[in-house]
Structures are given as structure tokens and as C-alpha cells.
């Protein structure tokens, strides 16, 4: 099942960086684009935004994630040197419609699960629900390198009473295992 919900959260944010619609393009069509990009210019990823409800425990739980580019957070480097604004995750989440948690998450929630190199160079990918179990309401996060698939999966388990612990997930599976 964890297998499955890394999965599900490195699929769900591989698609929200590359939400752009396409226009058919004729057959014989040279499809080859590049983008200009100054060698100093710092990227960032797109933002990003999911909400969806669950009951648990006799409740209607509703969460609101939305992820953007923090400009306040120091930069990180992809693998060429590229430098990138790190993601903050906005996490609001309300049971039978009064606010239950309001979070916002950086890599520094997750500074334990992290090596220095993850510290300095990682960026916070996103975080999405996962389901609600009998511990909690799981949530997947994702940290890794700037347009990499690389990275480190964790799960923010969220208790009935408020509290919130974080473990390790695990990676996910290669298509075809």
C-alpha cells in the first residue's frame, strides 16, 4: 500500500509540473522545443493545489493542499547547478467544517529523514492524501532533487487528537514489480 501511495504522489506531482495542454501537431512536424533559460535565472515549480474530504471516526474531515515556490526559503541546486526556489506546503484541514489544522510544511519538518546533501540540495516536492487508517489521517510527502524523480518519501500521520507525527515511506515500486 505505501508502495503504491509514493506512486500515486510522485505521479500526482510529475503531472502538475507538466499540466500544460497540447496541441496536436501534424505528423511530418518537427516537435523539438527548447526554452531559453538565463544561466543565472532561478526556476521554480509550478504551483500546485489539491483539496478532497474523508470520514473518519464519525467526522467529515476536508483538506485543502496547496504548494508554491518560497521565495523567503533558501535556493537549492538541480544536479547541472540550476538554481531553484524551494516549495512550501500549505495543509488546511477542517473536521465538520471547523479548522481542525492549518500547517504550513517545508523540507525542515523532515529534517531528521534527511542527509546534509538533501538539506542543502532537495527541495520539497508536494504533499497528497493518502487515506485514513485506524493511527490516522496519512498524507505523502515527497522531497527530492529539482526536476529529478529521485527523493526521499515520508508520511505525516495525523491523529484524531491534532497531533501529527511523521515516519519514513517507502520507495516506490518500478512499473512491472
Not at 505521479?11 to 527548447?34: F, S
Not at 473518519?56 to 544536479?79: E, F, I
Request: charged share 25%; glycine share 10%.
Amino acid at each position: 500500500m505505501k508502495k503504491t501511495l509514493i506512486g500515486a504522489v510522485a505521479l500526482v506531482l510529475m503531472t502538475a509540473c507538466g499540466g500544460k495542454q497540447q496541441t496536436a501537431e501534424p505528423a511530418d512536424a518537427d516537435t523539438t522545443r527548447t526554452e531559453a533559460v538565463a544561466a543565472d535565472a532561478t526556476m521554480e515549480d509550478p504551483a500546485w493545489h489539491n483539496e478532497g474530504s474523508v470520514k473518519w471516526k464519525g467526522h467529515t474531515y476536508t483538506y485543502v493542499l496547496n504548494r508554491a515556490a518560497d521565495k523567503s526559503l533558501p535556493l537549492v541546486k538541480d544536479g547541472l547547478g540550476q538554481p531553484y526556489y524551494d516549495n512550501s506546503v500549505d495543509l488546511s484541514l477542517r473536521r465538520d467544517g471547523e479548522v481542525f489544522i492549518a500547517k504550513r510544511f517545508t523540507k525542515e519538518a523532515f529534517l531528521e529523514f534527511l542527509t546534509p546533501d538533501y538539506r542543502a540540495n532537495a527541495a520539497l516536492q508536494g504533499i497528497a492524501f493518502d487515506q485514513a487508517t485506524d493511527e490516522g489521517l496519512r498524507f505523502g510527502a515527497f522531497v527530492g532533487y529539482p526536476g529529478s524523480e529521485e527523493g526521499i518519501p515520508l508520511m505525516i500521520i495525523i491523529a484524531s487528537d491534532g497531533t501529527m507525527s511523521v515516519v519514513k515511506g517507502e520507495q516506490p515500486a518500478a512499473p512491472g514489480d
